[in-house]
């Protein structure tokens, strides 16, 4: 197959064309550096000028205050579920606190019970979450080390419209499949952090926000890697980093600055994509269901299903060769779901939901 497709995975996720062919353009050669970015030293002048572009658009984007660090890591999300509570829980006998929104925070949560104690300071299971508690109704101690919020749930499709508000705890958030899909108040967390291979490159990176005064945290006794204060100390170089994934990530920065125009513009377009699908949704006479209550559906991961297994199964079989793929939902939840990360074009998502209208009319009652 030579034809590029729609594809809705939740990640590893779509990229964006004009980077993957930059990509392709300098893979042989890296102009500057005489050999590809996959075989220069991390400590090269070319690696260290990609390393430091990639922090100051990063930086750029977001707005990042001066007292955070950004770090380049290797581990995925789940090494976050991990370190973080090593770095900020370890000895702690007061609980943090947790919000668990589904799947993805139900597993960080079960991780941090391995370093200390922990509150649930809401749970979705009820209702296999397919709700957010409103932020202004959460009670949070005082004393906790750190809250932990998962922004968009990947597997579910739900999203905290704004930036939630911890008062003075330290707010972790995994951001990993709504990063960079709009503007954040970055002031506002302690620890916001994300996976690439869904909204922002290649899977091998991860991208860590902290502030400076959480790093004073990391425990001496902790081993080297899973420390943060290394990582800070050696500007994310005290071993190799992903350094492939650090360069696909300054061209998806340089992207959305250069080519979106910023993250306000990529945010109407995010919403935008959405809309077009739950209008489908909704306007279906039920046929199509969303599994996420309407005030907290995401942006990027759509969820819904049909009204039994056999249409689920035509509905893929027939958007297969219209070029849609990867629309199958997570077994918990069922049904479809469509990630429309950033790099999704509009063109996509209109072509699903072309094709989501015509399912309905030859098959809805
Ligand atoms: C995909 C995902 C993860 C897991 O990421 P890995 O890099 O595979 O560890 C964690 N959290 C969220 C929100 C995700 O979407």
């Known amino acids: 197959m030579t034809e590029r497709v729609y594809s809705f995975a939740p990640g590893p996720a779509v990229l964006p064309v004009p980077v993957l062919e930059q990509v392709q353009k300098d893979l042989v050669c890296l102009p500057g550096a005489g050999a590809s970015v996959l075989e220069i030293s991390h400590r090269s002048k070319a690696f260290e000028g990609i390393m430091a572009d990639a922090q100051a658009r990063l930086k750029a984007l977001l707005g990042i205050p001066d007292n955070y660090h950004i770090l380049f890591l290797q581990g995925g999300a789940r090494l976050q579920f991990s370190m973080i509570p090593m770095n900020l829980l370890r000895g702690s006998s007061v609980p943090a606190e947790y919000l668990v929104t ?23 299971k009820d209702t296999n979450y397919d709700r957010l508690p409103p932020m202004s109704s959460l009670q949070f101690n005082p004393q906790a080390p750190y809250a932990y919020i998962t922004s968009n749930e990947t597997i579910q499709g739900v999203q905290f419209a704004t930036d939630p508000d911890a008062g003075s705890i330290p707010l972790v958030c995994d951001a990993s499949s709504d990063f960079l899909h709009r503007p954040v108040d970055v002031k506002r967390y302690g620890i ?130 219209l070029k849609l793929r990867e629309l199958k939902g997570h077994r918990s939840v069922g049904g479809m779901r469509a990630s429309i990360y950033n790099a999704m074009p509009l063109a996509g998502v209109q072509a699903l939901r072309d094709f989501m209208k015509d399912f309905l009319a030859r098959n809805g009652a």
């Open 102 to 124: 589904g799947s993805w925070s139900k597993y960080a949560l079960e991780e941090a019970k391995k370093e200390g104690p922990v509150n649930v300071v809401w749970n979705g």
């Open 192 to 321: 916001l952090y994300a996976c690439a291979q869904k909204n922002a490159g290649p899977a091998g990176l991860t991208i860590v926000i902290i502030r400076d005064d959480l790093v004073k945290r990391s425990p001496d006794s902790l081993g080297g890697y899973l420390s943060y204060r290394t990582h800070v100390e050696a500007n994310s170089l005290w071993n190799t980093p992903p350094v492939f994934g650090v360069y696909v990530f300054q061209l998806i920065a340089r992207w959305l600055q250069e080519e979106i125009g910023g993250l306000d513009q990529m945010y109407a377009l995010n919403r935008e994509k959405a809309r077009l699908l739950y209008e489908v949704i909704d306007a279906s006479n039920g046929f199509y269901r969303g599994h996420a209550q309407p005030d907290c559906r995401s942006v990027m991961n759509v969820t819904f299903r049909l009204p039994n297994d056999e249409l689920e199964k035509k509905f893929l079989a027939e958007a297969a060769p």
